[in-house]
């Protein structure tokens, strides 16, 4: 029954008033410009404290990553819930940042390497512009045509099973070297949840789930950045 008056009180986004759905967009992409600025800000401060950056360094080394895998993938579970379910906006803004800063934790590793490692922060930033514009794009897409991707969803959750499961061995496996076709394959993947997500902003949303909906694209904008920052050190090898 609360859930049938939800619907009536706030409609899916494709349902709904012009007006109501163009705030709907709005609050939609102001929460995830949010959450990457907190992001961007946490991630500096962590990779700049010893206490948080040489741990992780650490277990990365000493070939126990699948535990803040493992860890990141539950905290990840909690912080969708919290943002989908939670009843109040109080939870699901807790889901939101519960999720921003386990990103900012997991990225810890591989920000380290570019920026203090190689000395080359500029890649950061390649990679930083060349996700934005490749989201931008995708985003365009939906847009204006008004495409339904849902179709994807059975897909892409396959996809993720089997790339978890290569992460997995890779890290079990020292020797598993997944090479730069697994990253152009990731890449291609983050690209089809950004289309996921952003066609479910515009059919599949209601009008009062905007922090559910940023913290999705949120994540498809991170997995992307990740996979964005791995091609930049490979092209940049390569040169």
């Known amino acids: 029954m ?41 991630l500096y401060v962590f990779v700049n404290t010893p206490a948080i950056r040489n ?38 803004y807790a889901g939101l940042m519960l999720y921003t800063v386990a990103e900012a934790i997991i990225f810890v590793p591989i920000v380290t390497y570019v920026y203090l490692m190689l ?59 997944l090479g730069t076709w697994f990253t152009v394959a990731m890449l291609g993947l983050s690209a089809g949840y950004i289309l996921y997500d952003t066609s479910n902003v515009m059919h599949h949303y209601r009008t009062d789930q905007h922090v559910a909906a940023s913290l999705a694209l949120f994540a498809s904008v991170a997995l992307m950045f990740w996979y964005m920052i791995q091609l930049v050190i490979s092209l940049q090898g390569n040169d």
């Open 55 to 92: 741990p992780m360094l650490n277990m990365m080394v000493g070939g126990q990553w699948w535990i803040i895998l493992v860890a990141f993938i539950g905290v990840s579970w909690l912080a969708n819930w919290w943002a989908t379910r939670g009843a109040s906006l109080t939870t699901q």
């Open 119 to 177: 000395g080359q922060p500029e890649l950061l930033m390649q990679a930083g512009l060349l996700t934005l514009i490749t989201f931008g794009g995708l985003t365009a897409f939906v847009m204006f045509t008004g495409a339904d991707f849902s179709f994807l969803r059975g897909f892409l959750s396959l996809a993720m099973l089997v790339a978890l499961g290569l992460v997995l061995c890779a890290t079990f496996f020292g020797g598993i070297n």
């Open 2 to 42: 609360s859930q049938a008056m939800d619907q009536l009180s706030n409609p899916f986004a494709i349902d709904a008033a012009r007006d109501e759905r163009a705030a709907f967009i709005r609050n939609t992409y102001a929460h995830l410009a949010g959450a990457i600025a907190v992001f961007a800000g946490l």
